[in-house]
């Protein structure tokens, strides 16, 4: 009787441990993945940030708006504040220097990863942050432009060079 119980018990722990060890694999939604791919003009990997690239594509050609923070009109603090407040689920300050200051740990452009804030200057106050950008991959940042709004740029870019200032992790 006891072998028999001992053998019952172990059939059926056996059981759940092999029940559980399931695994599934993880959802994607191609065809937004897809769609954003083709607004950022960049592949999207599976090992990306799906959910960065797919709210950064909803905000492609979003007019500039100076203190603006909805797709009706947004400046470039507003941008990284709402994407990382979708995506991270993280407040940032409002104005871009702020956002250096008091959100980042400094980061070189070399040690960039996705989801980094990339801080300019403008040439008067090379010391101070007037435009930032969140860094996706491939040396490439979706930011608002205040000529075209928003739209993805390159570090290679000869103004962005120029007017680097600093990576920043939050």
Known sequence: MKKLFFHLLTMGVLTVLLASCGTSAPHYDYQELARASIRL??????????RLYVESAQWIGVPYRGGGNTKRGIDCSGLTSQIYQKVYRK?????????????????????????????????????????????????KFIHASTSRGVIISSLDEDYYQKHWLSGGRP
């Open 91 to 139: 407040k940032l300050e409002r104005s871009s220097d702020d956002q250096r200051r008091k959100d980042c740990r400094k980061v070189s452009k070399a040690k960039l990863h996705e989801g980094d804030l990339v801080f300019f200057h403008n040439g008067r106050k090379k010391r101070e942050a007037s435009h930032v950008g969140i860094y996706l991959k491939d040396r």
């Open 41 to 50: 003009g960049m592949d999207i990997d599976m090992n990306d940030n799906h």
